[in-house]
Nanobody
Framework: QVHLVESGGGLVQTGGSLRLSCAAS????????SGWFRQAPGKEREFVAA????????YYADSVKGRFTISRDNAENTVYLQMNSLKPEDAAQYYC??????????????WGQGTQVTVSS
């Protein structure tokens, strides 16, 4: 089992930055691919970014490419999502997930409880 806990969400103005963290515990998280998803009210959960277990490859949704950066520190069992140049449309509940680098939420076995990101215009 892998237990994931997100943090770092909050309220930010348009153009601002936030860094989300996902702290993992349980089985060897450092050997598991991970990703970030988000879900706005009334919308489906959508892929944001993913990273190989060893950090050698990353993937991004087109909507965040060039603005968001996913990274991980396996010594700390933590995955990060650095979000820059935030837009109102980035506002959502952000979820950390583990078990894949796919874009379909069904590919992932483990999920955190989410952290809210609000972007004011």
């Amino acid at each position: 089992q892998v237990h994931l806990v997100e943090s770092g969400g909050g309220l930010v103005q348009t153009g601002g930055s936030l860094r989300l963290s996902c702290a993992a515990s349980g089985r060897s998280f450092s050997s598991i691919d991970s990703g970030w998803f988000r879900q706005a009210p009334g919308k489906e959960r959508e892929f944001v970014a993913a990273i190989f277990w060893n950090g050698t490859r990353t993937y991004y949704a087109d909507s965040v490419k060039g603005r968001f950066t996913i990274s991980r520190d396996n010594a700390e069992n933590t995955v990060y999502l650095q979000m820059n140049s935030l837009k109102p449309e980035d506002a959502a509940q952000y979820y950390c997930a583990a078990g894949s680098t796919g874009t379909d939420p069904r590919d992932y076995k483990y999920w955190g409880q989410g952290t809210q990101v609000t972007v004011s215009s």
